[in-house]
């Protein structure tokens, strides 16, 4: 497996504007009060042509009662038992604290490589860090993380501790939770991973962070990305839940299969839609998760009457696939993996251009396009362009006569001959004019 280094250390040190200047662009929240970042959020890097895993944490404040405290120092924890080497970040200018050396002790009881580093030290002077050897670990490596400097000499030393031998990552299928706040999208990844990997309160918002876990199962590798709720823009007024709600939507690009969580007690809402709206725009094969189904009164036609609902609601994307689970039980839980593989399986379907050509001229046959001021479309040729999602690229003799109604009798009848189900299919005309 690839390293994996963990930055940790008391709240507002700097630790993920460290992590943001190491990766090269803002993953991790960054705002100048304690308690932003609660989770682990993990990057893939390089440093002297050698690949790791770089986690940010939350800040670590070890005495501390609350629990929310307490929670974020138990992910804190876990990422330090995980870490190949781990990266001590300190204040340079508020100077050694009782709570540095809290932390130095849990991390001398690691027993793993601990580089100690001095953050917000701006113009090196040696005094400036020489309190910090009491901690008992080593030599204080000096890095202004807000402005670049000194952070190769830490880096330098921590690949030194990486594993001897050669490093590799093979490819996994990356899924991304989403949904609205508290519709149980931490407390799913939690029971697909086995263990308590989110943190999960019942208080809505509590994921700020879009986070990367990769596992395996049955020798297939994936990347499970739990995100924070997404709100309605109204509800959104604080600056971290605004900046929360993009790595949300960021996390959907970047997915090969989205998992839409729907509250099943409460029903499919309007900011559900919306959110499921999303992913079939970014073109994204998707499974709709009826959760917490455990609270619902069934008879025979439940599902019947919950499909039949999804499908008036839904009606832009027909082709949505759903399961109907509980997160808290683990009900149909064990189905999800197998579902997201075949949705996206259909997503990657490349239809052979000589079946494609055959079934699409049967088709304008069967039903001829209407005529727009004298004219009508003339299908010439038809392709597969790409997959994930399906692109079908037409060549006819006026792209502007294909109308949208048209568009999607043709869709209908791709779909009626090859199942493109749970993935949206962009269909794109070309007048052959252009081509000549």
Request: charged residues 30%; proline residues 4%; contains cysteine.
């Amino acid at each position: 497996m690839i390293p994996l280094i963990a930055i940790v250390g008391r709240p507002n040190v700097g630790k993920s504007t460290f992590f943001n200047r190491v990766v090269g662009k803002k993953i991790s929240i960054t705002e100048n009060r304690p308690g932003v970042t609660r989770d682990r959020i993990t990057a893939d890097c390089e440093w002297r042509g050698k690949p790791f895993t770089l986690v940010d944490t939350g800040g670590l404040e070890i005495k501390s009662e609350d629990a929310m405290w307490r929670q974020i120092a138990m992910q804190a924890s876990l990422a330090v038992d995980m870490a190949d080497v781990i990266l001590f970040m300190t204040d340079g200018r508020e100077g050694l604290t009782s709570s540095d050396y809290d932390v130095a002790e849990m991390l001398r009881k690691s027993k793993k490589p601990v580089i100690l580093v001095v953050n917000k030290v701006d113009d090196y002077t040696p005094d400036k860090i020489f309190e910090f050897y009491a901690l008992g670990l080593g030599e204080p490596y000096p890095v202004s993380a807000e402005h670049g400097r000194g952070i190769g000499d830490a880096l330098d030393q921590a690949v030194e501790f990486f594993p001897k031998g050669e490093s590799a990552r093979e490819d996994s299928l990356k899924i991304a939770v989403v949904g609205k706040p508290n519709a149980g999208k931490s407390s799913l990844v939690n029971k697909i991973l086995g263990a308590e990997r989110t943190i999960v309160t019942p208080v809505a918002g509590t994921t700020r962070d879009a986070i990367d876990t990769r596992f395996e199962r049955d020798g297939k590798a994936y990347t499970i990305i739990d995100t924070a709720g997404i709100r309605r823009k109204r509800s959104v007024e604080d600056d971290v839940e605004y900046y929360s709600v993009l790595r949300a939507f960021e996390a959907v690009r970047r997915a090969d299969v989205c998992l839409l969580v729907v509250d099943s007690a409460e029903g499919l809402t309007e900011q559900d839609v919306k959110i499921i709206g999303y992913v079939h725009e970014q073109g994204k094969p998707s499974v709709v998760v009826m959760n917490k189904w455990d609270l619902i009164e069934k008879d025979t036609y439940t599902i019947e009457q919950f499909e039949k609902k999804l499908a008036e609601d839904l009606k832009f994307m027909g082709y949505f696939r759903s399961i109907y689970l509980s997160a808290k039980t683990g009900r149909r839980v064990e189905k999800l993996l197998a579902l997201a593989e075949e949705v996206y399986a259909h997503a990657c379907f490349r239809v052979p251009t000589g079946a494609l050509n055959d079934l699409l001229i049967d088709a304008v046959r069967v039903n001829e396009p209407p005529s727009y001021l004298g004219k009508r479309l003339k299908l010439y040729y038809s392709t597969q362009a790409s997959v994930a999602p399906p692109l079908f690229v037409l060549q006819v003799n006026d792209e502007k006569l294909l109308h949208f109604s048209y568009e999607r009798y043709l869709e209908n009848v791709i779909r009626e001959a090859y199942d493109f189900s749970g993935t949206p299919i962009r269909i794109q005309a070309r007048s052959k004019r252009e081509d000549a």
